[in-house]
């Protein structure tokens, strides 16, 4: 990769970031370098942080030479292949009791699009998406790309409170809000799938590169899985 620029993110981390983009084949070339990275300097980095045309690799500033990690960086991206499948997970499947009290903004969504809610829950379920980061609460999925005649813009005035469970668009995205927050998507629909949950044994159900179904599923279905 010619194409990076690498820049100190204060004194414990380089920012390293791509063309601004947001596209799969960007998406990939983060994750990949990410990877490598990992393998390579898992004992001299604290974390790596997945944008979605960037990576923040943070360290440890008493111990680690900045120059020597962004020489190390530029090496392995110099000989990165060239972006291929960006996860070798299965597609995980979520299950979407849409509209009602559970979406009380599907009809807002299906007016946008001059269709009806049964049509604007198809064109949600139809897509495969693509998880691009992760993040805003503990295991927000950003998952793209929504289908444009269904990509409303956000709301003017956030709520104040999101139920955990929220299926959710904003624009070319959709998402799950893993806990109950503040936001300002479109509600469309509920799953009881948790994005998060610290007491599983990986706490994160997504990771970015991963693909993402939507179904759905009536009130009855979803009561039971509860």
Avoid at 50 to 55: A, D, E, H, K, Q
Wanted: charged share 20%.
């Amino acid at each position: 990769m010619t194409d990076l620029r690498i820049a100190a993110a204060g004194d414990a981390a380089l920012l390293v970031e791509l063309p601004p983009r947001i596209d799969a084949e960007t998406s990939g070339r983060v994750i990949g370098l990410g990877q490598a990275l990992r393998e390579r300097c898992a004992a001299m980095v604290r974390d790596v942080v997945v944008g979605y045309c960037s990576l923040t690799v943070y360290f440890d500033p008493l111990t680690i030479d900045p120059a020597w990690l962004e020489a190390e960086i530029r090496s392995l991206a110099g000989h990165a292949a060239p972006p291929g499948p960006a996860t070798d997970r299965a597609t995980i499947d979520v299950p979407v009791c849409y509209g009602g009290e559970y979406g009380p903004d599907l009809d807002a969504v299906a007016a946008f699009a001059h269709a009806t809610p049964d049509e604007a829950i198809a064109l949600h379920t139809d897509a495969l998406y693509r998880v691009y980061v992760v993040g805003f609460v503990p295991g927000f999925p950003y998952m793209a790309p929504v289908d444009p005649r269904i990509a409303v813009p956000r709301r003017a005035t956030p709520r104040t409170k999101v139920p955990a469970g929220s299926v959710a668009i904003a624009a070319g995205q959709t998402g799950i809000y893993p806990s109950e927050t503040p936001g300002g998507w479109h509600l469309i629909g509920r799953t009881h799938v948790k994005p998060y949950d610290a007491l599983r044994a990986e706490p994160f159900l997504f990771r970015p590169g991963d693909g993402v179904r939507f179904h759905a599923v009536d009130r009855a279905e979803f009561e039971r899985e509860r």
